[in-house]
């Protein structure tokens, strides 16, 4: 019985060492699959892509300025020796034409204005009675009353009453000259911009009382350098930028004539709106703005400003390369427009890009593409 059950012993041990040979030949396999697979590369990151697009972008040139009055004009005395009795306006009021600014003491003119007209009263009632005299005079020549002398005299004294007529109503002119610059009115209409007039003050012949902008104009005076001279003429459309954020739209009146040879740059002179000088307008006088000359508009081609990545100074984007892998170029950007920028070089317009999450992204890192879906919104 035992010698008939050793091959049967035999035959299963053999068995059970053909299957451990089979799984220890399989787990090695399995293994390295499994190590394979984990090798696998992952990508960096999810991103986005666009292709280069072409856009319609404003061509404008930078300038900064000072604002100033476009015209002043200076008030002054042409009284002597009145004393000042009234002022009637201050800084900042906005005054016609016309208006009276100041008044000076008119006494001392009123009394001199009497005499004259009374001086005045007296010439015509002599040249009144020397006329008379010559008219008879003059009756009397053929018949031999009256030497020729006589006659001569008569008329010379006729001639000399009317004379001081004259110079008396010159006189009474002068008078009331003086009377009439008592008053010291608005030369034009603008905006009181400075004020030395004060009352009880005894003002000489062209002392400056008031100084004012006519007709409330103010303008922007840029500087711009003499090369960028040859883009601008009569009429361009410039906006100005004041200190506290507003703009105004102005039109160039001239270009200086000269370019100053230390900062080579020349003064280009920008009217502003009547109304840019008013109390409450955004320009003051003397004030210092920047602005942008409007020169038209050309064809660029533009990328989202998500996919510029600035990196030591310098500008760069990721191309989306076949095996979506990504490679950093680097281009030159140029005018902006809302989110969009402009580049000049370094990018062909047909090549794709990475937007959404370029600025984590280093040279040759693999990446996950998805479709924007708040672009497609």
Same mark, same amino acid.
């Given at each position: ?7 049967? %012993?035999?035959?299963? $041990?053999? @068995?059970? #060492?053909?299957? =451990? *040979?089979?799984? +220890? &030949?399989? /787990?090695?396999?399995? !293994? ?86 009374? %001086?005045?009263?007296? $010439?015509? @009632?002599? #040249?009144?009675? =020397? *006329?008379?005299? +010559? &008219?008879? /005079?003059?009756?009397? !020549? ?133 109304n840019a000088g008013s109390k409450d307008a955004p320009f003051k ?6 602005g942008q000359f409007e020169l038209g508009a050309s064809s660029a ?77």
């Amino acid at each position: 019985m035992k010698t008939k059950l050793k091959p049967v %012993a035999y035959i299963l $041990a053999a @068995a059970f #060492a053909v299957a =451990a *040979a089979g799984i +220890a &030949a399989y /787990a090695p396999a399995t !293994q390295a699959a499994d190590e394979k697979k984990a090798e696998a590369p992952k990508a960096a990151l999810t991103v986005t892509t666009t292709k280069p697009s072409n856009a319609s972008l404003p061509i404008k040139l930078a300038a900064n300025g000072n604002v100033a009055a476009w015209q002043e004009a200076s008030v002054s005395s042409e009284s002597n020796g009145l004393r000042l009795t009234e002022v009637r306006v201050n800084v900042g009021d906005v005054v016609k034409a016309g208006d009276v600014l100041a008044v000076f003491s008119a006494e001392t003119v009123n009394a001199d204005l009497a005499q004259a007209q009374a %001086a005045l009263h007296e $010439a015509e @009632a002599n #040249a009144a009675d =020397a *006329a008379a005299n +010559a &008219a008879r /005079a003059r009756t009397l !020549q053929n018949s031999g009353a009256l030497s020729a002398q006589q006659i001569s005299q008569y008329n010379t004294a006729e001639q000399t009453a009317n004379a001081r007529i004259a110079s008396a109503k010159a006189a009474l002119a002068s008078q009331q000259l003086r009377l009439k610059y008592t008053k010291v009115v608005a030369p034009d209409s603008g905006v009181i911009s400075a004020r030395s007039a004060t009352v009880g003050a005894v003002s000489n012949p062209g002392t400056e009382l008031f100084r004012m902008i006519r007709q409330g104009r103010l303008e922007w005076r840029a500087e711009v350098v003499a090369a960028d001279l040859r883009n601008l003429k009569p009429g361009v459309t410039a906006v100005v930028k004041a200190a506290n954020g507003s703009e105004v739209t102005g039109k160039v009146r001239m270009i200086a004539p000269t370019v100053d040879p230390q900062t080579r740059s020349a003064l280009v002179y920008v009217d502003l709106p009547q109304n840019a000088g008013s109390k409450d307008a955004p320009f003051k006088a003397g004030m210092f703005a920047s602005g942008q000359f409007e020169l038209g508009a050309s064809s660029a081609m533009t990328v989202p400003q998500q996919a510029i990545v600035v990196r030591d100074g310098f500008s760069f984007v990721f191309r989306l390369n076949a095996d979506k892998h990504v490679s950093q170029i680097k281009v030159q950007p140029g005018r902006r427009l809302g989110d969009r920028i402009e580049v000049l070089g370094g990018l062909n317009a047909d090549t794709q890009i990475v937007v959404r999450g370029a600025g984590f992204l280093n040279d040759g890192d693999l990446v996950s593409v998805v479709a924007d879906t708040l672009a497609a919104k």
